[in-house]
T-cell receptor, first 113, second 117 residues
Framework: RKEVEQDPGPFNVPEGATVAFNCTYS??????FFWYRQDCRKEPKLLMS???SGNEDGRFTAQLNRASQYISLLIRDSKLSDSATYLC??????????????FGAGTRLAVHP | AAGVIQSPRHLIKEKRETATLKCYPIPRHDTVYWYQQGPGQDPQFLIS???????DKGSIPDRFSAQQFSDYHSELNMSSLELGDSALYFC????????????????FGNGTRLTVT
């Protein structure tokens, strides 16, 4: 089983739709969580960190469920420009103090007119 | 704001040649990570450095080596290149390492696209 798993999609949605992505992680010691967005042939860019209490940034809402070990990303009122791959990233701190970031395989979103 | 700078942006090499990729982290960032991303793949972690010492090692082939220098820039050296090494190579930097820095996200450079022919 992969350490971080995402539904690869693609999710094909019309403009204005609400879409949700889930990401599960296997290491219960994982400490922090991020969503990155990656456009084709470009570098991943930080979309938002995911806080324990959940957080919102405009049309984007991130949630964390530690008991079930998953995080989610909700996009409301989808725009054409939201079309991209969304990567879930999980940071785990190991004994010895070093931390390791693990990427999910990404979920592709395609928003159409 | 200054970002992570990678060079070159594009590189074409032949099989069995060598290549060196460079990464300049965001100022004051002391941790550098290297990732390899093949077509249609998620980024695969290769290796990381904290304060000029290797801090973690992922799926980096023995033909590759890397180091972090006193100014915190890093270089990925790739020898005996194979066709399968063709990929996007990303460098990312963050601030610090350890429990105190676990909330520090990675900031990626634009990547180097390596094509091996």
């Amino acid at each position: 089983r992969k350490e971080v798993e995402q539904d690869p999609g693609p999710f094909n949605v019309p403009e204005g739709a609400t879409v949700a992505f889930n990401c599960t992680y296997s290491n219960s010691a994982s400490q922090s969580f991020f969503w990155y967005r990656q456009d084709c042939r470009k570098e991943p860019k930080l979309l938002m960190s995911v806080y324990s209490s959940g957080n919102e940034d405009g049309r984007f809402t991130a949630q964390l469920n530690r008991a079930s070990q998953y995080i989610s990303l909700l996009i409301r009122d989808s725009k054409l420009s939201d079309s991209a791959t969304y990567l879930c990233v999980v940071n785990t701190v190991f004994s010895g103090g070093y931390n390791k970031l693990i990427f999910g395989a990404g979920t592709r979103l395609a928003v159409h007119p | 704001a200054a970002g992570v700078i990678q060079s070159p942006r594009h590189l074409i090499k032949e099989k069995r040649e060598t290549a060196t990729l460079k990464c300049y982290p965001i100022p004051r960032h002391d941790t550098v990570y290297w990732y390899q991303q093949g077509p249609g793949q998620d980024p695969q972690f290769l290796i990381s450095f904290y304060e000029k010492m290797q801090s973690d090692k992922g799926s980096i082939p023995d033909r590759f080596s890397a180091q972090q220098f006193s100014d915190y820039h890093s270089e990925l050296n790739m020898s005996s290149l194979e066709l399968g090494d063709s990929a996007l190579y990303f460098c990312a930097s963050s601030l610090g390492e350890g429990a105190s820095s676990y909330n520090s996200p990675l900031h990626f450079g634009n990547g180097t696209r390596l094509t091996v022919t």
